[in-house]
C-alpha cells in the first residue's frame, strides 16, 4: 500500500544525495538538500500511515521548521560568500582546510 | 668469662665526668673561626692552638686522674645524654686505651697546631686552616672517646670530612681538588665495611656499645658471623688506615699542606684503623682467628708494598708518605696477633706520631726554606744551612729505621719479635720491611741533607723560625726516649691490659734476639746501599729512567692503574651502557612514538581538503556503511 510512497521518498532521497554530490553551485546545492529533507518527511508520514500513529506527521512538522530556519541562515551564508567571491561555487569555497 | 670491657664504671664529676670538654674544646674552636669568618682572621691562629692545648691540658688531666684509680676500675663511663632512643646513647668511654689516643692527639696534635702557625704565616686563608685543624682533632677525640660504635662512626666520619678539608686545603689547584675528592671516595669503601659491619653488630647483638657488646661476648668466641663483622670493619680500617687494598688515597693526599700531612699520618686519620682493630680485638679479632690472621696479612702485605713504594718516589713528601703506609702496616701486623701485639702496636703508632710528625714537619720546613720544592733531588747539602731541621729530621731518621735504642727500635722490634714468634712468615717478612726502610730512609736523608748542593741559584734556603723549629725539638726529643721508656719493663702493656687484656705470655724485650740481630742487619745493609747509591756519589739532578722494578714503586705498584681498570674503567663503561641505552632505548621508544603519532596525523590530516563535496561523499559512505552494519547485525 504504502510501498510506492516509500520509493519515492527513497528516490527523492537518492537524487537530493547525489545533487548534493555531484553539482558546483550552492544554490542548486541548498535545493538538493531541501529535497533531501522533504524526501525524510515524505518518508515520515508514510510511517506514520503505516504505523497508525501521529508522531511521524509531528516530526514532519519539525523537519519543516527546522528546514525553514535552514534556508534564512544557508541562504544568507551564500548570498555573503557570492559577494566576497563573486561566485556561487562551493568548490571555490575551501580556505579552511589542513 | 666476660671480656674485660663488661665492667665498665660509671663514672660522674672530676675532670673525667667532663670529659668532653677535650672535644668540645677544638669543636667550638672550629665552629667560632668558622662562622666569625673574617673577624677572626687577625687571631684565629691562635685561638686554634689555644682550643687544642686545652685539649691537650684536660687530656693530661683526666690522664692523672685515671692513673688514681686502681687496675681494675680504670674503665671509665662517662653517660653525656640520650641518643637514639632504644638504640644508643651517647657516651665516653675513658680507659687506659683511649685516653692514650688522646693524649697522643692531643699533643702531637697541639704541636702541629703551634708549627702551622708558622708554616702557614704567608697564606691568606690561615684562620680557615686551623678551623680545619681544630675540626680535625675534635672528630679524631670523639671517634677514640665515643664509648659505642655509632659515636665512633660519627667521629669517623668527622676525620674523613676534615681531611677532605685540609688535602683540598689549596682547591685551586687540580691536583689538590682530585686528591682531595680521591681520598674521600676510597674513604667512602671502608666506612662502607664499618658501617655494614655496625650493621650486622646491631642485628646480631642488639647493641652497639663496647660494654654491651663485652657482656655477650665470651672472649675467644668464633663463628660465621664474628669472621663476616671481623672482616667487614678490617675493611673500614684499611679505608682509613690506607692498608692494601684502599691505600691509594694517601700517596695523592700529599697535595695539602705538609702540616696536614704530618697530622694526617702522626697523629690522626689513619691511626683510627689500628684503633678499630684494637678496640674491637677483644670481640672480633681474637687471637689466632681467622679475621685476626686476616689484619696481619694485611698490614705485612702494605708494609712491604709501602716500603717498596718509599724507595722511588723522589718527592720528599711521597717518600714519607709510602713509609707511613709501612709503618701503619708494622702496627696493623702487630694488632693482628692479639694482646701479645696490642701493646707494641700502640707503642708503636705513639712513637711513629712523634717521629713521623717530626719528619713530616722537618720536611715542611725543608720546602718552605726552598720555596716549596718538594723534589729531592734539588735539595742537597742542606745539613749547614738548616742545622736545626738537619739535626731533628736526622733522629726522626734513626728512630723510624730502628736505630738501637731510639724509640722506634723498641716498639718496631716488639712487633718485629712477636710476630715471628705467632706469625713466622709475616715476622720476617716484617723484617725484610724493616731492611727496605733502612735504604728508603737513608735514601731521603742523603738525598736532602748530604752530597754536594742541586738546588737552583735563585733559591735561598734558610732555617725556619722558631715557632717551626720549637715543636721539631719536641718531637725528636719523643722519638728518643718514648718507645724505650714505653717498652722496658713493659709499662705500655701494663697500662693497656685493663682496656685490651693481658697476652698469655709476658713478653720481655731481649736486645741480642735473632730477630732482632737480623732486622739490624738488614737495616744496615739497606743503609749501606743507600749510601752506595746516593751518598757517596753524585745524585743525578734529573730522575733517571730506572729499571722496570723502579718503574713499578715509582707507580705505586700500579694501585692506581689496577683501581682504574678494575672499577673505574668497568665504572664508565656502565655508565655509557647506561647512557647509551638511556638515549636509544628508553628515549628511542618515547620519540619514536611520538614521532608516529606525528607523522601519521601529518598524514591523516591531508583528508581534510576544504572541498565540501567531498566531505559530504564521506558523510554518506559513512551513513550509508552504519545502515549497513545496523541492519546486518539486526538480522543475526
Known sequence: MTTHYLILSG??????????????????????????????????????????????????FFVMVVAAAEVVVGLAIIVTIFRTRRSASVDDANLLKY | MESQLAEIVQHTGGVIGNAWLMIAFPLV??????????????????????????????????????????????????????FIPGMVDMGLLIDP?????????????????????????????????????????????????????????????????????????WQFKPSAA????????????????????????????????????????????????????????????????????????????????????????????????????????????????????????????????????????????KGLAGSTMSQIGYMMLGAGLGPAGYAFAIGHLITHGFFKADMFLGAGSVMHGMNDEVDMRKYGALRKVMPVTFVTFFIGYLAIIGFPLLSGYFTKDGIIETAVHHQPILGWLAVLGAGITGFYMSRMVFMTFFGEKRWADDVHPHESPLVMT???MILSLGSIFLGGYLILSNRLLDWLTPAVGAPAVRPEFHFTSVPGLATLA???????????????????????????????????????????????????????????FDNRGIDGVVNGLAAGIGGSSGRLRRIQTGFARTYALSILIGAALLTGALLFVGNI
Request: charged share 15%.
Open chain 2, 29 to 82: 674552636g672550629a665552629f667560632i673561626l668558622l662562622v666569625f669568618n673574617r673577624f677572626t682572621n687577625r687571631w684565629g691562629h691562635l685561638l686554634g692552638v689555644a682550643m687544642s692545648l686545652a685539649s691537650f691540658v684536660v687530656a693530661v688531666l683526666a690522664f692523672v686522674e685515671l692513673l688514681g684509680f686502681g687496675e681494675e676500675e680504670r674503665r671509665r663511663a662517662v653517660h653525656l645524654y640520650e
Open chain 1, 11 to 60: 528516490l527523492l532521497f537518492a537524487i537530493g544525495a547525489m545533487g548534493v554530490l555531484i553539482r558546483r553551485n550552492a544554490i542548486v546545492v541548498f535545493m538538493c538538500v531541501e529535497l533531501m529533507l522533504n524526501a525524510c518527511n515524505l518518508a515520515f508520514v508514510t510511517f506514520s500511515r503505516q504505523v497508525g500513529n501521529l508522531e511521524g506527521q509531528i516530526i514532519a
Open chain 2, 97 to 169: 686505651l683511649s685516653i692514650s689516643f688522646a693524649l697522643l692527639i692531643t699533643g702531637v696534635g697541639s704541636l702541629i697546631h703551634i708549627y702551622s702557625i708558622g708554616y702557614m704565616a704567608h697564606d691568606e686563608h690561615r684562620r680557615r686552616f686551623f678551623s680545619y685543624l681544630n675540626l680535625f682533632v675534635a672528630a679524631m677525640l670523639l671517634l677514640v672517646l665515643a664509648d659505642n660504635y655509632v659515636g665512633l662512626f660519627i667521629g669517623w666520619e668527622g676525620v674523613g670530612l676534615a681531611s677532605y678539608l685540609l688535602i683540598g686545603f
Open chain 2, 470 to 472: 720549637v715543636p721539631l
Open chain 2, 522 to 580: 738488614l737495616v744496615a745493609v739497606g743503609a749501606i746501599i743507600a749510601w752506595i747509591k746516593y751518598g757517596r756519589v753524585p745524585v743525578p739532578a734529573v730522575q733517571p729512567r730506572g729499571s722496570f722494578l723502579t718503574t713499578f714503586a715509582r707507580r705505586d705498584l700500579y694501585g692506581d692503574a689496577l683501581n682504574e681498570s678494575l672499577f673505574m674503567r668497568p665504572g664508565q663503561w656502565l655508565t655509557r651502557l647506561a647512557v647509551f
Open chain 2, 178 to 317: 682530585t686528591a682531595a675528592k680521591k681520598a674521600f671516595v676510597v674513604n667512602r669503601v671502608g666506612d662502607f665495611g664499618l658501617l655494614v659491619g655496625m650493621f650486622v653488630i646491631w642485628t646480631t647483638f642488639g647493641t652497639l656499645t663496647f660494654k654491651g657488646l663485652g657482656e655477650q661476648i665470651a672472649p675467644g668466641t668464633e663463628n660465621g658471623t664474628m669472621l663476616a663483622i671481623g672482616l667487614l670493619l678490617l675493611l673500614g680500617a684499611c679505608g682509613k688506615s690506607a692498608q692494601l687494598p684502599l691505600q691509594s688515597w694517601l700517596l695523592d693526599a700529599m697535595e695539602g699542606p705538609t702540616p696536614v700531612s704530618a697530622l694526617i699520618h702522626a697523629a690522626t686519620m689513619v691511626t683510627a684503623g689500628v684503633y678499630l682493630v684494637v678496640r674491637s680485638g677483644a670481640f672480633f679479632f681474637p687471637e689466632g682467628s681467622g679475621a685476626a690472621l686476616a689484619v696481619a696479612i694485611v698490614g705485612a702485605a702494605t708494609l712491604l708494598a709501602g716500603a717498596i713504594i718509599g724507595c722511588a718516589k723522589d718527592d720528599i713528601k
